[in-house]
């Protein structure tokens, strides 16, 4: 009779036991995603103020056709900085602190060499 009793219980637990586990390993899961999705979603934001910043260097420095002023130095600097990339920032310093043409062209071509390698990540 003691048995009859126990019987529902037994199953109750172990239904609650197996919900536990399920519910576990699909929160694992949906966790998982979710961190793929936010590395993802970053590395997009990261893709896009690089593209910005390459595009405004091309127009504004590449294919200027006089001498850049200072507000769009200004601006550069501050896109460049928005970037927050030490190794673009020391590249950006090289070409800004460039003391010939020869050189200038030398660490324009690095730049825009390390700018399309951080994009391709």
């Known amino acids: 009779m003691e048995n009859n009793k126990r019987l529902p219980l037994i199953i ?16 694992f ?7 793929q999705l936010r590395d993802s979603q970053s590395k997009a934001i990261v893709n896009e103020k690089v593209l910005d910043f390459t595009s405004m260097f091309v127009k504004k420095v590449l294919q200027a056709e006089r001498e850049v002023d200072f507000e769009t130095r200004l601006s550069l600097e501050n896109a ?16 800004v602190n460039s ?15 390390v700018l399309v390698g951080k994009i391709q990540k």
Do not use: C, H, P
């Open 12 to 27: 109750v637990i172990g239904a609650l036991i197996i919900g536990n586990v399920f519910f576990g390993l699909a929160y």
């Open 29 to 35: 899961s949906q966790k998982g995603e979710l961190d």
């Open 80 to 95: 460049v900085r928005d970037l927050k990339d030490e190794e673009i920032m020391k590249d950006w310093q090289n070409f």
């Open 99 to 113: 003391k010939t043409e020869t050189e200038a062209q030398n660490s324009v071509k690095k730049l825009l060499e």
